[in-house]
């Protein structure tokens, strides 16, 4: 099984909401992933974790707040996000970091309004 | 850091001819170089990767090269079909725990029936 799943598919919400996207993998990789992708452009890295720990913020501002409450799961948390942060925002996870295969969920698509 | 270009941008090929795909990168020390296939409201797939102690992978119609000396790998896809019609990313990374996947910009393939 080389499943990622994310929840929800599709999200909308307004500038002072609070919403949180959500990743699963059961694969026993170590090492989870946060990306973004705008339209016609290739993913842009944002956070990865490593053993349940943070090792890369890819300077992003605060209103992204990343959590892996355990090693199967991987949340990321929006607040007072603008519109420019519409996008597709893609988890992935490999075995661990370096350079093991990451395979890819499907996304969630967000909107801002 | 590293830097992935990525030729062409759009590749219309007629159904059964061959696609081939450019990519070029900047860092030597990169080792590792898979190739995603993103199609429409989906994330990446994993199609195909190389290591650089292999000039050569083939995957039934699918294959990669990599030149380390020039600094640059291609994807070629033989009797096309209208399933390989997508997005196609290269990618390099550095086989280190801080590692990450540097994508090129994107091939939009359209297989013309």
């Known amino acids: 099984d080389t499943e990622v799943t994310q929840t929800p598919k599709h999200l909308v919400m307004g500038m002072t909401n609070k919403k949180s996207l959500k990743c699963e993998q059961h694969m026993g990789h170590r090492a989870m992933y946060w990306y973004k992708q705008k339209a016609k452009k290739p993913p842009e890295l944002m956070f990865v974790y490593s053993y349940e720990k943070l090792s890369i913020n890819e300077s992003v501002p605060s209103r992204f707040s990343p959590e892996c409450p355990n090693s199967s799961l991987l949340n990321l948390h929006l607040h007072a996000l603008q519109p420019e942060d519409s996008a597709l925002y893609l988890c992935?996870?490999?075995?661990?970091?370096?350079?093991?295969?990451?395979?890819f969920g499907p996304g969630t698509r967000l909107t801002v309004l | 850091g590293e830097n992935v270009e990525q030729h062409p941008s759009t590749l219309s090929v007629q159904e059964g001819d061959s696609a081939v795909i450019k990519c070029t990168y900047s860092?030597?020390?990169?080792?590792?170089f898979p190739w995603y296939k993103q199609e429409l409201g989906k994330g990446p797939q994993l199609i195909i990767d190389i290591r650089s102690n292999v000039g050569e992978k083939k995957d039934q119609r699918i294959a990669v090269t990599l030149n380390k000396t020039a600094k640059h790998f291609s994807l070629h896809i033989t009797e096309t079909q209208p399933e390989d019609s997508a997005v196609y990313f290269c990618?390099?990374?550095?086989?280190?725990?801080?590692?990450?996947?540097?994508f090129g910009s994107g091939t939009r393939l359209s297989i013309r029936p």
């Open positions: 860092d030597s020390a990169s080792n590792y």
């Open positions: 990618a390099a990374s550095i086989d280190s725990s801080a590692s990450k996947i540097i």
């Open positions: 992935a996870s490999s075995l661990r970091t370096g350079t093991d295969t990451q395979y």
